[in-house]
């Protein structure tokens, strides 16, 4: 179970999770530094059922888990005095299985994004969209060192910050690449398709009054 960022809106799900599901481990960038309740009660459970913690970063390098490998490519250890928002100190990993490449970039910004192309080779043919589809976020450049064909953007329906941001959307629609959000579309899963060597994604369309 992965937290990329210890924001309420990244945490509250995984306390259902961590409470009803088995869990291998725990992965964390670094603590939370506001030592928030939603945050606390999260390591509450974890604490109770035992669960054990692992700190990330990008000096981890890669992990192989299951068939697939883990590329830790963000933050850096010691980007905390550097990057004091939680947003930018958020997790990012490529996760790699045979072809198919998904990229994972919690809430990171632009600023954060130039840090990235550091990594060569990065190129994912899916990506979950920095920060909910927010303007300030997915620069031309971050898109063309990603290279995706399928973006995933997660946004509540009817969200009060009118996200996705339609300066993100145009910047994905000019770089031809599909796009799936969770306000439209409800639950996206990632298949990977042998025969395709890369992830496909499935969408299960909602249907609002």
Known sequence: M???HAHPDHIQGLLYIADNFK???F?????????????????????????????????DHQMDIGGARLEFLWPEADSSNQYPDLNQRSLVFRLVY???AVLFTGDIGMEV????????????????????????????????????????????????FHLPAEQTLARLKEKHVEVY?????????????????????????WHFN
């Open 27 to 59: 992965w964390e960038s670094r603590p939370a530094m506001d030592d928030s309740e939603n945050y606390r009660n999260l390591r509450a459970i974890i604490d109770k059922r035992k669960i054990p913690v692992r700190e990330i970063h990008a000096s």
């Open 181 to 205: 959000r969770t306000d439209l579309n409800g639950t996206i899963r990632l298949i990977y398709d042998e025969g395709k060597g890369k992830f496909i994604a499935r969408r299960q369309n």
């Open 2 to 4: 992965v937290l990329t």
């Open 113 to 160: 994004e130039k840090r990235l192309f550091a990594h060569k080779g990065q190129q994912s043919n899916v990506l979950k969209v920095p920060h909910h589809g927010s303007r300030y976020s997915s620069s031309p450049e971050f898109l063309h060192w990603a290279s995706p064909e399928i973006a995933l953007i997660s946004a509540g329906y009817g969200n009060s």
């Open 23 to 25: 869990v291998g481990e």
């Open 98 to 100: 045979e072809k198919g």
